[in-house]
Every structure is written in structure tokens, then in C-alpha cells.
């Protein structure tokens, strides 16, 4: 009885926050490290294959709040090149797990997928599913999913920086002259997200107050959001929150 009473006061709550969010402040862009699904499962009995699944179901809600409150861009964490080291034993099911999420995303004929990170990390079979989902919605009229699989950020700028030097190599500039020429631009125009906005917002979960090395070129001036609870126990109320908190910033660019 009490669990019914908590959730309903959640809910009216959640009600309030969203009929006051001011839609002309939501962010465009949102990032979120999707941080606390093996913790979430230690903490309820499971296993982090049961943690994982949890997260990615969770994702699908995200995504319907997302379009709800007029976001038109979300890059979500779901692998980090980090985790590529973690044992066979975890790594082969949460390979799977994002697999099927990612075919979920796309088989909803709304969502344009986007893939963000290294490709030649990650195993054929998950390749396959991320090229595939990105040709098949490419032409999807709602929000831009940025799925970050075998994502780094210090790798992202090295992947750009890279381009860049192999496509002035094929135009044959000399060195010397791209170092005095080069400028920022030239770099963000190599980059995963290239022709995307910035993150304005980045959510992380699991009360875990850093980055981990997420879109660290994209998030120069963007706000962050740290949020206590573990990710597969995100709630809308939580999600209008960081909105909420975002939307009374002042952001001032440097300026």
C-alpha cells in the first residue's frame, strides 16, 4: 500500500514539473551516460546480464520522453571503448543486449540512428546491426538517436584529427601549411556527430560526478546533470528534473 501511495505522489509530481517545463528552454541535444545497471542489479539480486537488459529496456522510455518534450537530438552511452576489456563472459551478452536495443530503436520507424564511436573495435555481427539500422532510418522523420558503441572521447578526437591529416594527404598539402591553417572548425568537421549541435544538456546516472571521457570536444559549454539514482531505476519525473534544472541556468557560452 505504501509502494501504491509513493508511486501515485511520484506521478502527480512528475504531472506538476512537466506542466510547468518551459518548452522553449528544453535542450536540442542531450547526452546521457546511461551509468549504474550492474550496481542496480547487485543491489536487487540479479546478474549484470539482468542489469544490462534492464537498461536497455529503459532506454525506450527515455526516448518517448525525449519526444514529448520536444528534444530533437539524444546521444546515448551504451559502450565505451573502456568496456571492450571487460570479461568474455559479460561482454558477449551485453553485446547482444545493445544489439537488440539498437534494432529496436530502428524498427520503430520514427527514430534515425546514428552510430558514434569506433567501428573496427567492435565485433562483425554488431557492425553489421549498427550499419544496417543507420541505412534503414536514414530517412525517419523524428528524433536523432546517436547510439555511442565502442565510444571514447579521447579516441573520438584522435579518429578526427586522423581524417583530417588523411584528407589533406590526398589533397596534398604539406604539413607545415595544414599547422599553420588547421583551425577548430576543420577538426569538428571530422568528428562522430559532424553537422550535429552540441550536447546542451548531459545527463549521467548513479550519482557519479564525471565524464568518463564523454564527447569531450562536443561538451565544451554544455550543462551537466548528475543524478543519484542507478540508470535502470530512471524515472520521468527524474528525466523532467534535469529539464527543470536546466531550463533556470543562465549559460554564457565563456561570455
Not at 522553449?24 to 549484470?48: E, F, Q, T, Y
Not at 584522435?158 to 589533406?168: G, I, K, P, Q, T
Request: hydrophobic content about 40%; proline content about 4%.
Amino acid at each position: 500500500m505504501k509502494q501504491l501511495v509513493r508511486d501515485l505522489v511520484v506521478r502527480f509530481y512528475a504531472r506538476r514539473v512537466e506542466h510547468r517545463l518551459d518548452h522553449d528552454r528544453v535542450p536540442g541535444h542531450i547526452g546521457v551516460i546511461l551509468d549504474g545497471n550492474r550496481r542496480w542489479a547487485r543491489a536487487s539480486g540479479g546478474s549484470p546480464e539482468q542489469g544490462h537488459q534492464a537498461g536497455a529496456d529503459k532506454i525506450f522510455e527515455l526516448l518517448s520522453w525525449c519526444e514529448e518534450t520536444d528534444v530533437e537530438v539524444v546521444t546515448l552511452w551504451l559502450l565505451s571503448t573502456d568496456n571492450l576489456d571487460r570479461p568474455e563472459a559479460e561482454l558477449v551478452p551485453l553485446l547482444g543486449i545493445i544489439e537488440d536495443c539498437v534494432r529496436g530503436i530502428a524498427a520503430s520507424g520514427t527514430f534515425r540512428v546514428h552510430h558514434v564511436g569506433t567501428m573496427d573495435l567492435l565485433p562483425a555481427r554488431t557492425q553489421h546491426v549498427l550499419k544496417e539500422a543507420a541505412e534503414a532510418t536514414a530517412n525517419a522523420p523524428g528524433l536523432l538517436v546517436n547510439v555511442a558503441v565502442g565510444y571514447g572521447g579521447r579516441q573520438e578526437i584522435a579518429d578526427a584529427v586522423r581524417s583530417l591529416l588523411a584528407e589533406h594527404a590526398g589533397r596534398g598539402t604539406e604539413l607545415a601549411e595544414l599547422a599553420e591553417t588547421v583551425e577548430v572548425e576543420d577538426i569538428a568537421r571530422h568528428l562522430y556527430t559532424r553537422g550535429q549541435p552540441d550536447p546542451d544538456l548531459v545527463i549521467r546516472t548513479s550519482g557519479e560526478q564525471r565524464l568518463s571521457g564523454f564527447m569531450l570536444w562536443q561538451t565544451a559549454h554544455s550543462e551537466y546533470h548528475f543524478c543519484d539514482v542507478f540508470w535502470p531505476a530512471f524515472r520521468k519525473v527524474d528525466f523532467l528534473r534535469a529539464l527543470r534544472d536546466y531550463a533556470a541556468r543562465n549559460r554564457r557560452f565563456g561570455g
